[in-house]
Each structure stands twice: as structure tokens, then as C-alpha cells.
């Protein structure tokens, strides 16, 4: 069936910075024929160089690419002070809390906070150059600060969601080896306060490479405080300087890591380093959002995942926007709220989660309305697939039907966008995120041949080229990054960069993202290894084995499903009762974002003779689906028929 398609408004387009789609091919065209020009050309226009570099790219140790080599600058500069000269006076962030409480924080005051809080961690901590700093915090503006701040002394931050666990926060700090965590005591949700600081003194009981702590007071609790090791930010921050000397970096030194699930084993410590990422950050706010000088830019992701990162702190202020950051929960105290704060502050371009958009679209089908939203001009989502119903409600009652949509598709191993619509060029399809932007060679590949799918086809979707904002290692391990992203296809005999999602082209050539090919499954918006999920769960002592899997979710896009086989001697009197210890296991371990909608305890699994487990199976049970694969390979097939009758007749 032809999708309908939707032109960019022309009164929008006519001052866009991609204004048709012959400017964008254009652009990409000139990326093709002369692709270090093009990138090397924007390098040298977008980025505050301390020293400029003499060579564009370097791949001859493909997959390990160096951008920029030679040259010299620091990101902080690059988001702060090169706008004082034009800007000093501009908000820089606009804060709302959970409560209505705002704060403006200008550029200059940007400037100096983090000044104070770079110099903080550089006196009173003894943070140098490419020591890692766990940053565990609410969304408030000092996480902004201190992610600046390191970056300002060089210092590599790894961010760890406020939602994830003392045990995931202290695998991530043990991988990273950090030396400081910078926390809160905690922040507010839905009006009440909720804590942290407990979360890091668990996270770094027994064995720890932290030797410091820096606590922002936000919501004034009480907190225990180890003396020597805890410190009031509130308080060390008032003896700060205002001015700190940034360190100058190289192109290819580390800015950040940021641990993502992979399809196997523990999270993985994602590198982005200075110059590439900073520079597709700003290029893709500024082509992507198409912000002005005047504009208001909300972005409602998390400072814990790669779209707050590049899209509320480094992306809006390296081009000097300015940024709402928001400490709340959008349907809080109602499903008004992103729509009130919208009329508010005069928000030009709204971006979010199609989860997000599911949840207001059901909870408050008719709140758009009671607002004015007329300042809207763009509209994003990003995280997963947006489905039809909830884009034309996005569209039509948010948008006013006169504002683009841009469905973004982009990795935390990407930095930045990678395949989304340009809002002043691009003619858009619901769910369908499009073309790749210009200098991107992203191509929908044949796993076994390496050639381009034909229209229709289902394929893989590779970047085969290298580009500025790519991932630069796994943290610590070489070998799992050429494993987790060179290894599965060839383009020319060539390896290629996958994303590990499935794509196909439309007789238009639009690419539509079908979402992941391995076991990592999309919650909200979150990416969970099923494998994590099963290590977590295997921690409760009555579990034999278990097998974790996605199941569509109206709200969500995918649920958590997990088969579970209880050890045989466990004597189990109460299922719910298991359940109920089983996720607060997943709790201890991951955090809540990992709790399952559905367990099901079965006699045993699907496996093959050589006991693998058969995934695509428990796939196709959870979803109600009649099986229709092979099982005559399976052990046990008599299984599958067993494990059917268990999950419709379960009432958990
Ligand atoms: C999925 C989030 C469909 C995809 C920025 C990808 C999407 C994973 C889209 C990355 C989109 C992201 N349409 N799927 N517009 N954007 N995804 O690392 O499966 O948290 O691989 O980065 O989200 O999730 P991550």
C-alpha cells in the first residue's frame, strides 16, 4: 500500500537552511565526489580551532579512523565561549523544574558555572586529562555544568541514567575505572522527592576505584555523607574561580563514554572523541531542526542517553540555541504539561519519543488543543519506530498539520542523526524516517551479497563509509568493537559498519527502519540486551534458566517477555509471589526500566541439539503467532506445543 506523503510547508522551506530537495541532493552529491572536501570544508567553517588540522581522515587502520588529525581545540569553547562575543546575554539553557520552578541560565552564566565547576573538579579533586567521572544526576542544569566541565579539563565523562541501579552504576564505574562520581542528593518526580545518593553509597561499598564524591543538594533531603570522600557541591563551589584555561585537546582525544546495550554481555562503554562529534552535533541541529537565532529548542530525552547529549547540551549549544532542559515527567500534574510549556516558552522546535507521544496521545487525545502552539515550526522523534496512528495525532493535532516531522534514526554509536527528513526539503511519510543526511553513506545492504537491496527487500542498514561523529572504540576492548560492528557484512569484499537494524527501501527510495536484527530489544525507547535481562535474572536463586525476549506493547513498542524455568527442588507455592521476588531482582540489578510485562514459567526451553536456544520461536509464542518454523532441529520438540499451553493459560 502507497504511504501518504506530506510536502514541507513553503513558507518554512523558503528560509530553511536545506531548502528542496535539489539542494540536498546537491550536497550529497558533493559528499560522493569529493568526500574528505566536503567534510574537511565544514570542519574548518563550524569548529573554534585552537590549531588547525592537516588531515581530514585518516582510515587506513579501518575500523580505528581518525578525523582531524593535527588539529587542536576544546568543546567547551566550542559550546560556550565563542558566543560570548554575540551572545553573553542569550539563555543558553532554560530550566523548568518538576515543580514550575524556572531558571535562565545565559551563556555568560553558563560560561561561569562551568568555569567554577571545572576548576572545582580540577583543585579540590585532582581531575586530569583523561581521568573518566561518573556522572549520576537528575535532569537539572549542573548536569549540563559538569558535563561541560569535564570537558573543559579534559576530563572524559561516562553517564550513567538516574533510573539504572546501584549494581549497573557500579559495573559502569568499574569498566570505566572512574575516579569521581558527581551526583545529587536527589531531584523531585510527580512532586514528591525522590533519592540518588543512596543509589552511588551502595554502588561503592566494597571495592572501588572512586575516590571522590561531589553531591548537588537539590532537594535538601537527608543523606549520609563519608567523610573524606563526600563533598557538598553547594558548598565547595562558592570558592570557585570564574575563569579556568580550557585544555587545549586533540581532534581525536575522548570527549565522553556512554555504556549501551549490546546482543551480548555486560553494556558496552561507547567512545565519542572531540572534533567529529561535535562537529556532526552541531551540523545536524542546525540542518535537522533547522533552529534560528530567536528560536526556543526542547528536547524531552534524558541526560543518561545519547539523544541527551547530543541533542539538549553539545548539539543546541555548540551552535549557540538556546535549550529547555526539563526535570519533570511529561503527563505530570496532567497531559497538558508539554503542550502548556510549549505556549509557555514559545517552543519552536518539540522533540521526543514516539512512547511519549503514545502515552500523551492516549492520556490527553484533546489537551493540544487548549494550548497555543502556534510557535511550533519542527517536530522530532527519535528512539524507535513512530507507528501511523501516533504520527497523524503528532502531526494533525500538534503540529497543526503545517509543522515537519522529522523521524530521526540515529545510534549512540552514530553521535548524531544518521537517516532523517531535512523539515524544509524532505517530503515525509508516516514512519518512514527517509534518506540519509548529506556526507552520510548509509545504504540498506544484502547481508550475504554486500549489494543494495532492491525496493522492497528487507536488508541490513550499514554506513559504508566512515564519518566524523562514529563511535570510536568499546571501552577497554578492541576486539568487541570490530565484533560488534565490522563483522557481519561486506560491501566489496570490504567490512561495514552495521547498526543492527533491519531496513527497507519504498519504490520512492525512502528507507523505512524495521528495527533490530539481534537480541536487543527496544523499550520505550530504551535499548535492553535480552542478555542482560536473562543475567539478572538468573541472580534469583530459585531460576534454572531463562530466556528473555521483545513482545509488542501498545505504549511502549516492545514489552519484556520472559520463559522462565524454576529449579526443580525449589517447591514454589505462590506464582505471583515469584514474580513479584523476580523483578525485584531486575530491580537490584538494572533498575526499573528493565521490569518484565510478562513471565511465563515453563517445564523447559526450545533448544537445538547443540543447545542453543531457539529465540524466534519464544518471539512468535509471545506474540500469539502460530509457529510455523522448522522445529523437527529441537531436542525436545514436543516443548513448543507444552510452552504454548503454559503462556495461554497464564494469568500473571
Ligand atoms: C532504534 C537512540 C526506528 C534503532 C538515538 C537503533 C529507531 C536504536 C529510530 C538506537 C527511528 C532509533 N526509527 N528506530 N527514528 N531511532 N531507533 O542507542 O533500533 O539508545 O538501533 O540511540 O534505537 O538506540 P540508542
Known sequence: MKKEIFKPN???????????????????????????????GYAKEKIDWVTPFTNVLDESNFPFVKWFEGGKLNVSTQCIDRHLDTRKN?????????????????????????????NLLKNEFDVKKGDRVVIYMPMIPEAAYAM??????????????????SEALKDRIEDAEAKVVITADGAYRKDKPYMLKPVVDEALSGKTPVKKVLVVERNGEDVTWV?????????????????????VMDSEDPLFLLYTSGSTGQPKGVQHNSAGYILWAQMTM?????????????????????????????????????????????THPDAGRPWRMVEEHRINQFYTAPTAIR???????????????????VLG????????PAWKWYYEKVGGSRCAIVDTYWQTETGGHIVSPLPGATPIKPGCATFPLPGIIAEVLDPQSGKKVEVGESGYLCITRPWPSMIRGVWGDEKRYKKSYFEDVKKEGKPVYFTGDGAHYDEDGYITITGRTDDVINVSGHRMGTAEVEAAIKKHSNVAEVAVVGKPHEIKGEGIFAYIVLKSDCGIADEIEEVKAINKVIQREIGNIALCDDVVFVSGLPKTRSGKIMRRILRSIAKGQEITQDISTLEDPSIVATIVTAVRSCKL
Open 10 to 40: 513553503r513558507g518554512f522551506a523558503k528560509d530553511a537552511r536545506i531548502k528542496n530537495m535539489c539542494e540536498y541532493q546537491a550536497l550529497q552529491d558533493a559528499a560522493t565526489e569529493d568526500y574528505e572536501g566536503f567534510w574537511g
Open 90 to 118: 542569550k539563555a543558553a539553557i532554560i530550566f523548568e523544574g518538576d515543580r514550575g520552578d524556572k531558571q535562565i541560565i545565559t551563556y555568560l552564566d553558563l560560561y561561569y558555572n562551568v568555569n567554577r565547576f571545572a
Open 148 to 165: 561541560l566541565a569535564c570537558a573543559r579539563i579534559g576530563a572524559i565523562h561516562s553517564i550513567v541514567f538516574g533510573g539504572f541501579s
Open 227 to 247: 567523610a573524606g570522600r563526600d563533598y557538598s557541591y553547594n558548598e565547595l563551589i562558592k570558592h570557585q574561580r570564574v575563569t579556568c584555561e580550557p585544555e
Open 286 to 330: 542546525e540542518w535537522v531542526f533547522d533552529v534560528k537565532e530567536n528560536d526556543t529548542y526542547w528536547c524531552t530525552a534524558d541526560i543518561g542517553w545519547i539523544t541527551g547529549h547530543t541533542y539538549i547540551v553539545y548539539g543546541p549549544l555548540a551552535m549557540g540555541a538556546t535549550t529547555v532542559m526539563f526535570e519533570g515527567v511529561i
Open 359 to 377: 502515552v500523551l496521545h492516549k492520556m490527553g487525545e484533546h489537551e493540544p488543543a487548549k494550548y497555543d502552539l502556534s510557535s511550533l515550526k
Open 381 to 388: 522523534t527519535v528512539g524507535e519506530p513512530i507507528d501511523p
